[in-house]
C-alpha cells in the first residue's frame, strides 16, 4: 500500500524554470514531510522540510507548499540549474522518530 | 568525512551465500535506521534502533535478514541465504533524538547473481 504518491515520474526543465514537484498522502497521523535529493550513487540527503501545521516553507530556492486539508504538498524549485538536476522524493514521518515513508521519485533534469 | 559510512559500497554474491553488511553512524546519534532501495523507488524502512535496542522491524525483514547493534554504536545487517529478490541498494542512516532529519550513508549496492 502506497501511502505517498508522487508525481511527476519524471521532469525536464530549462535552465531558470521552475521545477514542481507533487505528493499526497493518506494517513493523517503523519506529522512531519520531509524532501529528499539523491544523486545517482549517493543516499538521499535532507534537502527540506515542514510540519502540518505550517502551510509554506521556503529555504533558499526551494519552497514547500502544504495543503493539509487536501492532504497533498509540492516542492518548488525557483530558477532551476543544471547541478539541481538529480531525483527528488517527498516523505513523511510518524512517530516521532526518522522512520519515514518515501513517495516514488521525480527524476528531475535541468537542461541549459 | 564524518558522515554515515557503510562498507561495502558494493557487493556480488551467489544465490544462497550469506552476506552482511555494516554501517557506521554519526557519531552522537543514537538513532539508526535501515532502508533498502530498488532501482526507481524510493526507499523502504527495514528497521530501527535506538542505542542498541532494535525497536522496530518491517514486515519487509523476513527471517533471513536480521540486524544488530551490539554496543550502540555500529550496525551490520546481515542476509542469509540470498535470493535474487534481495538485489537493492541497503542504506543506513542516523539521527538524534530529536533531529530534525535523518542523515544517510551512501548506500551498499548488493547484486545477487
Known amino acids: 500500500q502506497q501511502q505517498v504518491k508522487q508525481s511527476p515520474q519524471s521532469l525536464i526543465v530549462q535552465k531558470g524554470g521552475i521545477s514542481i514537484i507533487n505528493c499526497a498522502y493518506e494517513?493523517?497521523?503523519?506529522?512531519?514531510f520531509p524532501w529528499y535529493q539523491q544523486f545517482p550513487g549517493k543516499g538521499p540527503a535532507l534537502l527540506i522540510a515542514?510540519?502540518?501545521?505550517?502551510s509554506e516553507k521556503k529555504e533558499g530556492r526551494f519552497t514547500i507548499s502544504f495543503n493539509k486539508s487536501a492532504k497533498q504538498f509540492s516542492l518548488h524549485i525557483m530558477d532551476s540549474q543544471p547541478g539541481d538536476s538529480a531525483t527528488y522524493f517527498c516523505?513523511?514521518?510518524?512517530?516521532?522518530?526518522?522512520?519515514?515513508?518515501f513517495g516514488t521519485g521525480t527524476k528531475l533534469q535541468v537542461i541549459p | 568525512d564524518t558522515g554515515v559510512s557503510q562498507d561495502p559500497r558494493h557487493k556480488i554474491t551467489k544465490r544462497g551465500q550469506n552476506v552482511t553488511f555494516r554501517c557506521d553512524p554519526i557519531?552522537?546519534?543514537?538513532?539508526l535506521y535501515w532502508y533498502r532501495q530498488t532501482l526507481g523507488q524510493g526507499p523502504e524502512f527495514l528497521t530501527y534502533?535506538?542505542?542498541?535496542?532494535?525497536?522496530?522491524k518491517s514486515r519487509l525483514l523476513s527471517d533471513r535478514f536480521s540486524a544488530e547493534r551490539p554496543k550502540g554504536s555500529f550496525s551490520t545487517l546481515e542476509i542469509q541465504r540470498t535470493e535474487q529478490g534481495d538485489s537493492a541498494m541497503y542504506l543506513c542512516?542516523?539521527?538524534?533524538?530529536?533531529?530534525?532529519?535523518?542523515?544517510f550513508g551512501q548506500g551498499t549496492r548488493l547484486t545477487v547473481v
Open positions: 534502533f535506538q542505542n542498541e535496542a532494535q525497536l522496530e
Open positions: 557519531s552522537e546519534h543514537n538513532r
Open positions: 516523505a513523511a514521518r510518524t512517530g516521532g522518530y526518522q522512520k519515514v515513508t
Open positions: 515542514i510540519r502540518p501545521d505550517v
Open positions: 494517513n493523517t497521523a503523519f506529522d512531519y
Open positions: 542512516a542516523s539521527s538524534l533524538v530529536g533531529g530534525v532529519g535523518a542523515f
